[in-house]
């Protein structure tokens, strides 16, 4: 696997699709974890399938966690799965990238 993160707008997106043509892509991951977060799904169980099935795919999120933390229960605990599942991604990718501004700085 290969994980791609950013701010939004930062052009991981981009970043990723032009460096891995061809490759199996999954944008916007954090969006998949706040699915789960609004319908009491396990995490953990969501990422031991995902991993299996998509053990050479591109994954490519947003960074959520960094600002002010939201007064809604549920946007909190988005942000705080969404970081866990990342950390459990970026532990089994073999590459991981962090885009700011459309500059990619490969952080494993």
Known sequence: MKLYI????????????SEN???????????RIRWLVEN???LSAFLEDFCR?????VIVSDEIG????????????WRQM??????????QSDQVT????????RIK
């Open 6 to 17: 950013g701010g939004t707008g930062q052009g991981q997106l981009e970043m990723a699709r």
């Open 21 to 31: 043509p061809g490759a199996e892509l999954i944008p916007d991951f954090h969006l």
């Open 40 to 42: 009491r799904q396990d």
């Open 53 to 57: 099935q998509h053990p050479d795919a």
């Open 66 to 77: 960094c600002g002010i933390v939201p007064m809604d229960p549920l946007e909190r605990e």
């Open 82 to 91: 969404t970081g866990r599942a990342l950390c459990r991604i970026a532990g």
């Open 98 to 105: 962090r885009v700011i501004c459309g500059i990619g700085q």
